[in-house]
């Protein structure tokens, strides 16, 4: 499996980008997807995740209202909608896969990275004030 992201960039407060992340292989529509983004000198922090069919998903505390995670199992990819972006939001976002499914069962799964088997090489969003 392979994950690779798009849509990052530089964005002024109070903007919006959407992130997109296309998985490679098949049984996508089976496996749940998360968000997870990492400031420089910080640890990685979750930002978002949903399950196999859509159906329920989760996001971190620091982006709830304003961040929209979705999917397209026929286009095989998972996207994350940002609004409202703050200078906070700057850091490489990376789009991670959980074969298990996991993440996709509750908010305490979903936010801890250990579910999550494949991750993609981010992508960098840097929002000015």
């Known amino acids: 499996v392979q994950l690779v992201e798009s849509g990052g960039g530089l964005v002024q407060a109070g903007g919006s980008l959407r992130l997109s992340c296309a998985a490679s292989g098949r049984a996508f529509s089976s496996y749940s997807m998360g968000w997870f983004r990492q400031a420089p000198g910080k640890e990685r922090e979750f930002v978002a995740a949903i399950n196999w069919s859509g159906s329920s998903t989760y996001y971190g505390d620091s982006v709830k209202g304003r961040f929209t995670i979705s999917r397209d199992n026929a286009e095989n990819t998972v996207a994350l909608r940002m609004n409202s972006l703050k200078p906070e939001d700057t850091a490489v976002y990376y789009c991670?896969?959980?074969?298990?499914?996991?993440?996709?069962?509750?908010?305490?799964?979903?936010?801890?990275?250990?579910?999550?088997?494949?991750w993609g090489q981010g992508t960098l969003v840097t929002v000015s004030s």
């Open positions: 991670a896969l959980d074969r298990g499914g996991y993440s996709g069962n509750s908010y305490r799964t979903a936010a801890s990275s250990v579910y999550y088997d494949y």
